[in-house]
């Protein structure tokens, strides 16, 4: 059973930054694709990227593009999430997860094929 564990987080004034990691035990990581995924109070959890196994295969939320980038260490068992020019839209508990099947890039949009999670990390951005 894979554990994540995100880390990272914190209260950051509008246009800085923030780097979230999410470190995986207990699984083959550099089989599976991750994604990233954030809730804001009162909303529903929301897609934000999806990195490929190998790396590769880079899918961004159209609200985060260009501001937010991906990124893993395999030899780490550790995906990163570099957050620039942060939004008090931003604002939200930040989630890893990794996918269900192995070598798959598909549906990153879709919760459902992500199968293990972290317990979420809370960003807060200050206007």
């Known amino acids: 059973q894979v554990q994540l564990v995100e880390s990272g987080g914190g209260l950051v004034q509008a246009g800085g930054s923030l780097r979230l990691s999410c470190a995986a035990s207990?699984?083959?990581?550099?089989?599976?694709?991750m994604g990233w995924f954030r809730q804001a109070p009162g909303k529903e959890r929301e897609f934000v990227v999806h990195?490929?196994?190998?790396?590769?295969?880079?899918y961004y939320a159209d609200s985060v593009k260009g501001r937010f980038t991906i990124s893993r260490d395999n030899a780490k068992n550790t995906v990163y999430l570099q957050m620039n020019s942060l939004k008090p839209e931003d604002t939200a508990v930040y989630y890893c997860?990794?996918?269900?099947?192995?070598?798959?890039?598909?549906?990153?949009?879709?919760?459902?094929?992500?199968?293990?999670w972290g317990q979420g990390t809370q960003v807060t951005v200050s206007s």
């Open positions: 997860a990794r996918k269900r099947a192995a070598f798959d890039n598909s549906g990153y949009r879709n919760e459902a094929v992500f199968d293990s």
């Open positions: 990195i490929g196994w190998s790396g590769a295969n880079t």
């Open positions: 207990g699984g083959a990581f550099s089989k599976y694709a």
